[in-house]
């Protein structure tokens, strides 16, 4: 079945120690998210590429940054993980056309950070 | 700016109807969804709506879109203990990105 994966679905990091979180889709979509989730909170969304573009958006924290290798990949880089950095990380897709984005995003399980 | 709103809890009897409420505030939004968040786990698009329908239903699922009042629910007919669950709002911006509501946490009593 066609899928978003994300690895590992818990990670535990130390206070200041950098952590990369991975995200993989097999429905080739050209845009992929990463959203931030506290606990009884709404999804946050931190960037987005569509395509090979990065969107970042303008209140996410430059301890924040994102890397995708190829169309199937794409990291979530914490460089220096605080103790309000400890959240969901949730990883979706979408297809885009033409620059216009589709109605509908895929999400995968999440990642649960953890500082320590 | 954008802002969508729910009721953090709603508490129903396994067997009764469940009607989650939701307003926003973007008229010009083209979609909007439901999405379902199993603890622990991500989220799963339940179902959606174009703004250009009223209703729309699947299975157990109901959805209405009061347009004037800007006001979406989701009924959830013969509520089980599977739809334990949180269930969020959101509207789409001019960008299709998604404006989110903070949940409503649907609590089933036996």
């Known amino acids: 079945d066609a899928m978003v994966i994300q690895n590992p679905r818990y990670q535990v990091t130390q206070f200041g120690k950098p952590v990369t979180l991975s995200c993989s889709q097999t429905?080739?979509?050209?845009?992929m998210y990463w959203y931030q989730q506290k606990s009884s909170q709404a999804p946050k969304l931190l960037f987005h590429?569509?395509?090979?573009?990065?969107?970042n958006e303008a209140d996410t924290p430059d301890n924040f940054q994102s890397r995708r290798p190829n169309t199937s990949f794409c990291f979530l880089d914490i460089r220096s993980p605080g103790l309000g950095d400890a959240a969901m990380y949730l990883c979706?897709?979408?297809?885009?056309?033409?620059?216009?984005?589709?109605?509908?995003?895929?999400f995968g399980p999440g990642t649960r950070l953890t500082v320590t | 700016g954008e802002d969508v709103e729910q009721s953090l809890f709603l508490s129903v009897r396994e067997g009764d109807s469940s009607v989650i409420n939701c307003t926003y505030t973007?008229?010009?939004?083209?979609?909007l969804y439901w999405y379902k968040q199993e603890p622990g786990a991500g989220l799963q698009l339940l179902t959606y709506?174009?703004?250009n329908m009223d209703m729309k239903q699947d299975q157990r699922l109901t959805v209405l879109l009061n347009k004037k009042d800007k006001h979406l629910s989701l009924r959830i007919a013969d509520t089980q203990t599977g739809d334990s669950a949180i269930y969020f709002c959101?509207?789409?911006?001019?960008?299709?990105?998604?404006?989110w509501g903070a949940g409503t946490k649907l609590i089933i009593k036996p």
């Open positions: 979706a897709t979408s297809r885009g056309t033409s620059g216009r984005y589709s109605y509908e995003q895929y």
């Open positions: 709506i174009f703004s």
């Open positions: 959101a509207e789409t911006d001019s960008n299709y990105q998604l404006i």
């Open positions: 429905l080739n979509h050209n845009v």
């Open positions: 973007d008229s010009s939004s083209t979609y």
């Open positions: 590429y569509y395509d090979k573009d990065f969107n």
